[in-house]
């Protein structure tokens, strides 16, 4: 399931010392592919850098914008406290009820969930909800700028916000693909994180580029 499954011998050997899966992600992944989900989740390395966010931070409500099999939400979950929440948006049921089988099997039924539709339809109704303390984007990259707008309506200070795909494999410095629309949503979710001053940003260099915001 894990798009980032080609890497060099650099990236092979710090995986084996610190971020391969476990059994029971290694599961998660086979059964994905099983299943035939998209082959389009982050790797053992952006898990682990989700994990060590929720524990520094403390994070005890999260959200995350894109479920697909629920590795990435895994991660997340199994960081939490034993009254954290994890509060999932996934478009594609299918997708979903993946998700929470893998998470049940995991032991994670009671710290994470899944709301299934479209994520500007279910967004409006997560004000009651908010603050969280740390928010995942990971999701189509057309409609960035408006997750990144509804992140900074439901954070407070100190929330984490991150959005994967930045690179988007290279398209996002294309010149031959600044006519995608997913090209153009993270051109200005990019732009918007460099400049909105609420903001303390940067970009982490796994292969396909994680974006990372600290609300001030």
């Known amino acids: 399931m894990s798009k980032l499954a080609e890497i060099d011998s650099y990236q092979q050997f710090l995986r084996d010392l610190f971020h391969n899966d476990d059994g029971d992600l290694a599961r998660l992944q086979a059964e994905a592919d099983s299943a035939d989900l998209p082959n389009m989740s982050i790797g053992p390395e952006q898990g682990k ?3 060590l966010l929720v524990q520094l931070t403390g994070a005890r409500k999260v959200l ?4 697909l099999g629920g590795y ?3 991660w997340i979950a199994r960081a939490l406290p034993a009254d954290g929440k994890l509060i999932g948006l996934e478009l594609e049921r299918r997708h ?3 998700a929470l089988d893998q998470w049940r099997r995991m032991g994670l039924a009671d710290k994470a969930e899944v709301r299934v539709g479209a994520a500007l339809e279910i967004l409006p109704e997560l004000a009651d909800e908010a603050p ?3 928010i ?4 189509d990259k057309n409609n960035y700028p408006d997750y990144l707008d509804y992140a900074l309506r439901y954070s407070r ?3 984490v916000i991150l959005g994967d795909n930045v690179r988007m494999g290279g398209s996002i410095v294309n010149p031959e693909r600044q006519d995608s629309d997913w090209v153009q949503g993270m051109r200005r979710f990019a732009q918007t994180l460099s400049r909105d001053e609420r903001l303390v940003s940067t970009v982490i260099p796994y292969p396909d580029g994680l974006a990372m915001a600290v609300v001030r």
Do not use: M, N, R, W
């Open 49 to 51: 850098f989700l994990q």
């Open 72 to 74: 990435s939400g895994a």
């Open 64 to 67: 995350e914008i894109g479920v």
């Open 96 to 98: 979903a009820d993946f």
């Open 132 to 134: 969280f303390d740390l």
């Open 136 to 139: 995942f984007i990971d999701a």
């Open 157 to 159: 200070p100190g929330t």
